[in-house]
């Protein structure tokens, strides 16, 4: 699974961390500085102790490795077929990624092989040309670090017209819509890209804020490692602001102490709160909520709504 986005970025770190071995130049330090660059915030758990402990047999104690050259990672026929598959998908295409190298290449797979559950449908309208020239004005005016003019109908209906700060893209896999984060006015506000009329850049630099106020929620999970529970939650809450601690013990005796276990605290805002419910409840037992109750709450609604819907359904 080497063409997959989590695992590429789990080797190139690797890669690179050997390539200073190699060198003679790698350092405890150096390796986390890698980490941090290339791979996940989390990947700092388990890369460092896989190469010191030895599971991974690629460094030595005194961080030379038995590896005579450098790693190199040359593209796979595999790699370039996900790629090319990658490429057919509209809303990587707003990247304008170029696709030089692949011409003669058969995409692994076809749009049309992919079937979304528990998605809406009203999905924002990623090969409107109009869209794409304002997802891609936004996108610029991020990278050049520039001032955004945006004219906008809001969620009831009004039209805006903001001159803000940009400060990053989201995208919600439940709406299947990408979001344009703001600075306006000291605080941090939402605008769907679907929703702008026109937007254009400034010629005013922006400058960040030193603060910004930003209301958001926050939820405390407990996960237990099962069936690779860590490795999804990283991907599923990777939009997400979060702290990860991995748990030194089992506290509770029904909980298998063999498995790792780990303490996540996530921040979201209200309009998310739905979405990261579903979420959280796809990993059934894997996650325990513990805090706040106001979240615990609405879980138990969901689940007794279910359970509702299910008995009248067999009923």
Request: aromatic share 8%; glycine share 4%.
């Amino acid at each position: 699974m080497l063409f997959h986005e989590i695992y590429g970025n789990y080797f190139n770190a690797v890669a690179q961390i050997l390539g200073e071995a190699v060198r003679g130049e790698l350092t405890e330090k150096k390796i986390y500085e890698i980490i941090d660059s290339k791979a996940f915030a989390e990947s700092s758990l388990n890369i460092p102790q896989a190469l010191n402990s030895g599971e991974w047999p690629l460094l030595e104690e005194n961080l030379e490795t038995p590896l005579l050259n450098e790693p190199q990672m040359p593209l796979t026929t595999l790699q370039k077929r996900w790629m090319k598959a990658l490429l057919a998908d509209p809303r990587i295409r707003l990247f304008d990624v170029p696709a030089e190298g692949l011409e003669e290449v058969e995409p692994l797979y076809r749009p049309g092989a992919i079937v979304y559950f528990d998605q809406y449908a009203d999905g924002d309208p990623f090969e409107d040309e109009a869209y794409i020239t304002n997802f891609r004005t936004a996108l610029q005016a991020l990278r050049e670090n520039q001032k955004l003019q945006v004219d906008f109908t809001g969620g009831k209906g009004g039209n805006h017209n903001w001159q803000c700060t940009p400060l990053r893209m989201e995208y919600s896999l439940k709406d299947d819509k990408f979001r344009l984060i703001v600075c306006r006015g000291g605080e941090e506000r939402v605008i769907n890209v679907a929703r702008i009329n026109r937007c254009s850049l400034m010629e005013e630099k922006a400058s960040r804020p030193q603060s910004i106020a930003r209301p958001k929620r926050r939820v405390l999970l407990e996960l237990r490692n099962e069936r690779n529970a860590l490795e999804r939650a990283m991907l599923h809450f990777s939009h997400l602001e979060k702290e990860t601690t991995k748990l030194a013990c089992a506290e509770d005796a029904n909980v298998d102490a063999a498995a790792d276990r780990y303490r996540i605290t996530l921040w979201y805002r209200s309009e998310d709160e739905t979405e990261l419910l579903i979420r959280v409840l796809s990993f059934g037992p894997m996650i325990k909520v513990l805090e706040p109750d106001s979240f615990i709450q609405l879980i138990r609604q969901r689940l007794a709504l279910q359970k509702r819907i299910k008995r009248d359904g067999s009923s």
